[in-house]
C-alpha cells in the first residue's frame, strides 16, 4: 500500500512541472500532505503509539490543511492568479521530472542498503532535485515558498528512508521550522507585495536605499 | 471474429452517444444515437468532388486510411475471445497501422496545396508524434508486466489483482483515454465544433474531402474510439469470466467510456494551441511511472 502513495506522489511532481498556475501549485501541496499521511499511515506501525499519532496529526493538519490555507490567503491578498510565464518552457520542465525520477529510482535500486529504506528514497531524492529546479525557474516569491516546501516534502520522506523510528526532537524541529518559514515568508510576500504591487524577483534586485 | 463484430458494433453507437451527451448538458433537444449513421449514409449516397490540382493520393488516401484502421481493428483481443489476427510483437505492428493511416491523410491534405490544409497536417503530425512514446512505453510497460508481447497474450495474463498492479491498470486508463482523444483530435487538443480554420487541427486537415471520402473519414473516426475502447476494457475485463458476462461488460465499458469523453467534451475548454504539446508530453510522464512501477512489481528495480 505505501508503494501506491509513493507513486502517486511522484505523479504530483510532474504534475507541479504542468501546472503554471499559482492555486494549483497550492492544491498540489495540499495532496502532496494527504499522500505523505497515507505512506505514514501504512508503513510506520512499529514506532510508539504517541509518536506515530503526532506524525499523523503533523501530516494531515499542518502539510495538508493549514499551510495551504495560509499560503492560498496569501495569494488571494496578493491577486496572484497566473504564474508570469516561468523562465524555462514547461515542455523542458517535464522532460527534467522525468529524467530525475527515472535517476532517483536507478540509484535507490543500485544502494542496496540494509540500513536505508530505499522506497522512500526514491521520491525523497526526486521531490529535493526538482523542489531545487522548481526555485531556479520561477520568478516570483510565492513559487520559492512552494519550492521549499516541496523540498521540504523531500526530507521528510527522506526521514523516513532512514530510519524507520524517526526521533521526535527532530521531527518537532522540522515541524516548527516549516511552519515558522511559511509564516514569516507569508507576511514579507504581503509586505513586498503591497509596498511594491509587483513579487517579481526581478524587481526586487533593483532595489536601492 | 467476435472480438472484431464487437468493436464494428460499439462503433456504430459511440459518437452517436457522445453527441447526445453533450446535447443533454447543454440542455438541446438529444439527437438519436444513430444520428451520425444517417450523416454517413447521406455522404456516400453523394458524389465526391476533387480540386483539379490534386493527384492520385489525395483520392487513394482516405481509402487506405479507412482499411488501416479496420486491419489495426484485427489486432484487438477482448477479454478471452482472440482476435483475428496476432503474433509476437503486434502492438508494435498496430501502432504504425494507425501511424500509415494518419501519414496517408498527412500527405494528402499537403497535396491540396492549402495553407490551411497544411497547417492542419502540420499540427497533426506532431501531436501524433508527441502520443506516440506514451502509448510505446505504456504498452512496453504492460507486456513487461504480463510477460507477453503480442496483445493477444497479453491481455490473457494480465492480472491485477495486487495493490500496485492497480497503479497500472489506473493509470492505463488514464493515458489511453487520452491517447484516445488526442488521436482523434478531440477536447483537450482540439475542438471539433470550432468554426474557425485557424484554430482547427483534424477538422481542417479534411477540408477538402467530400462525399464519399469523408464519409469513410467519419466512419475511421468511429472505428478508432471503439479500438481504444476496448484496449481500455481489457483492462478491467478478466478472462476467466464467462462469455456473455464479458460481452455485457464490454458494452457497458464502452457506453461509459463513451459518456466519459461527452461530458470531457461539454466541459473542458481547449487548450491554447502553444500549450498542446506539453500537455501531451505529460501523458509520456506519467506513462514513465506506469512503466517504473512495473520495473517494481517484476524486481527489476529491488527496493526495500
Do not use: C
Not at chain 1, 523510528?165 to 514569516?184: E, T
Amino acid at each position: 500500500m505505501t508503494y501506491l502513495f509513493i507513486i502517486l506522489y511522484a505523479t504530483t511532481l510532474i504534475y507541479f512541472a504542468l501546472s503554471e498556475r499559482v492555486k494549483k501549485f497550492v492544491w498540489l501541496l495540499s495532496i502532496q500532505g494527504f499522500l505523505l499521511f497515507g505512506v505514514v499511515f501504512f508503513s510506520l506501525h512499529t514506532i510508539e503509539i504517541f509518536d506515530f499519532l503526532f506524525i499523523l496529526i503533523e501530516t494531515i493538519l499542518v502539510k495538508s490543511l493549514i499551510v495551504p490555507l495560509f499560503l492560498n490567503k496569501v495569494r488571494k491578498h496578493n491577486h496572484l492568479k497566473r504564474e508570469h510565464e516561468p523562465s524555462v518552457p514547461v515542455f523542458y520542465s517535464i522532460i527534467v521530472v522525468v529524467i530525475t525520477l527515472i535517476l532517483s529510482f536507478i540509484i535507490s535500486s543500485h544502494l542496496n542498503s540494509n540500513q536505508i529504506h530505499t522506497k522512500y528514497f526514491t521520491v525523497a531524492f526526486a521531490s529535493i532535485m526538482f523542489g531545487i529546479y522548481f526555485i531556479i525557474i520561477h520568478k516570483n516569491i510565492f513559487s520559492h515558498v512552494v519550492g521549499y516546501l516541496i523540498i521540504e516534502n523531500g526530507i521528510f520522506l527522506l526521514s523516513l528512508a532512514v530510519g524507520s523510528v524517526m526521533p521526535m526532537m527532530v521531527n518537532l524541529a522540522i515541524l516548527l521550522d516549516v511552519l515558522m518559514g511559511v509564516l514569516v515568508l507569508g507576511v514579507f510576500i504581503n509586505h513586498i507585495g503591497d509596498t511594491f504591487k509587483s513579487i517579481e524577483i526581478d524587481q526586487l534586485s533593483k532595489l536601492k536605499d | 471474429m467476435i472480438s472484431f463484430l464487437l468493436i464494428l458494433i460499439s462503433a456504430i453507437f459511440f459518437v452517436g452517444v457522445i453527441t447526445k451527451v453533450k446535447a443533454k448538458i447543454a440542455a438541446r433537444k438529444m439527437p438519436s444515437v444513430l444520428q451520425p449513421v444517417y450523416d454517413v449514409i447521406r455522404l456516400f449516397k453523394k458524389g465526391a468532388i476533387y480540386s483539379p490540382i490534386t493527384s492520385v493520393i489525395f483520392k487513394i488516401a482516405p481509402i487506405i486510411y479507412f482499411s488501416s484502421i479496420l486491419l489495426a481493428t484485427f489486432f484487438i483481443p477482448i477479454g478471452s475471445q482472440k482476435a483475428i489476427l496476432s503474433f509476437e510483437g503486434d502492438f508494435v505492428f498496430f501502432a504504425y497501422l494507425l501511424g500509415v493511416g494518419k501519414f496517408m491523410m498527412i500527405i494528402a491534405a499537403m497535396d491540396t496545396g492549402s495553407g490551411f490544409e497544411g497547417m492542419g497536417a502540420n499540427r497533426e503530425a506532431l501531436y501524433s508524434m508527441l502520443i506516440e512514446p506514451a502509448f510505446f512505453i505504456l504498452a512496453g510497460s504492460v507486456a513487461l508486466f504480463s510477460n507477453n508481447i503480442s496483445f493477444n497474450d497479453l491481455f490473457l495474463h494480465l492480472n491485477l489483482d495486487t495493490n500496485l498492479s492497480y497503479i497500472i491498470g489506473i493509470a492505463a486508463i488514464y493515458v489511453l483515454v487520452y491517447i484516445a482523444m488526442v488521436e482523434n483530435s478531440r477536447m483537450p487538443v482540439d475542438d471539433p465544433k470550432t468554426h474557425l480554420e485557424l484554430t482547427m487541427v483534424h477538422e481542417v486537415m479534411v477540408l477538402d474531402n467530400s462525399g464519399f471520402d469523408l464519409a469513410l473519414i467519419h466512419i475511421a473516426t468511429w472505428l478508432k474510439f471503439a479500438i481504444y475502447g476496448s484496449l481500455i476494457s481489457n483492462f478491467i475485463i478478466h478472462s476467466v469470466w464467462t462469455w456473455y458476462w464479458q460481452i455485457i461488460a464490454f458494452f457497458v465499458i464502452q457506453l461509459i467510456f463513451s459518456i466519459i469523453v461527452g461530458v470531457l467534451e461539454a466541459f473542458r475548454a481547449r487548450n491554447k494551441m502553444e500549450k498542446n504539446p506539453q500537455w501531451i508530453i505529460m501523458l509520456s510522464a506519467i506513462s514513465i511511472v506506469v512503466f517504473l512501477t512495473a520495473l517494481i512489481i517484476t524486481q527489476k528495480i529491488i527496493l526495500n
